[in-house]
């Protein structure tokens, strides 16, 4: 239990020392039409709804979207590949889990976080993803993404709709 604490200590000294070579190695400049979707989220239960409504307003193939489902806990009835937990960070920010490092080996056009908590692991997860465009709510911090929307977690639909909006506008759909 001590060692989970000065672990979570080490990544928080090693994200905040090294957050300005993060970000400019994260930046992958890409004008390219949006193709590829990886979506991190903390809440399974609303993957099919979320799903349902990418797929309606940006248009993409269900083959086109990855997932990525944050848990505080492992849960033994978690056996899904999607979910990513602390245990799959090893000290100093490193990446652990294989099914992690090989999604960062992917490029994605756009990222979509739907957190409802601004979590380290995922910050560190986001600045170590080749992405072109990343959208996330507006509570979120902002250095880490190019489109934050101001609206209400629950309302996905408006969040969804705003992001078609300036996807649209910056000829990325």
Known sequence: MIFTGIKRKSNQIFFNKRLPKLLKKSSVASSQK???VLIISDDYLKKESIQNNILEKLKISKNDIEWLFFSQKH???QISEDIYTPKDFGWYGNIKS???KQLLTNKYDLLINYNKVDYLYTNLLILQCKVGFRAGFSYLD???YDLLVKCELDNLELFNSELKKYLIILNKI
């Open 34 to 36: 949006i193709k590829k």
């Open 142 to 144: 902002n250095r880490f």
């Open 98 to 100: 294989e099914k992690l």
């Open 75 to 77: 849960n033994k009835e």
